[in-house]
Nanobody, 119 residues
């Protein structure tokens, strides 16, 4: 059973930084594509950043210039470095992983990690 686990959330003051981590386990195949989504209270889940197998990172307009998505040295680890955080970044952040096994692709989600930005 594939598991996706986020960590690194917590309280941070506006203007500060936080680094989120995502670790995938329970599979013998590497993660082909990682992405971060977030859900602000009262709103639907929204896309934040993506790093496909090509390495061509993509960001939402609000994340671009402030957030950096990257892969770790381990095959199944991924990070989101968040700088210049503001109150609007307060949300539950979710990791999404796409894993290919032969010609089949599985799409997996973590349970989320809460980021709270204070004034």
């Amino acid at each position: 059973q594939v598991q996706v686990v986020e960590s690194g959330g917590g309280l941070v003051q506006a203007g500060g930084s936080l680094r989120l981590s995502c670790v995938v386990s329970g599979t013998g195949f590497p993660v082909n594509e990682f992405a971060w989504y977030r859900q602000i209270q009262g709103k639907r889940r929204e896309y934040v950043a993506r790093i496909p197998n090509s390495g061509a990172t993509q960001y939402s307009p609000s994340a671009k210039g402030r957030f950096t998505i990257s892969r770790g040295s381990a095959q199944n680890r991924m990070y989101l470095q968040m700088n210049s955080l503001n109150l609007e970044d307060t949300a539950e952040y979710f990791c999404n992983a796409v894993i290919w096994t032969g010609s089949r692709a599985g799409n997996y989600w973590g349970k989320g990690t809460l980021v709270t930005v204070t004034s």
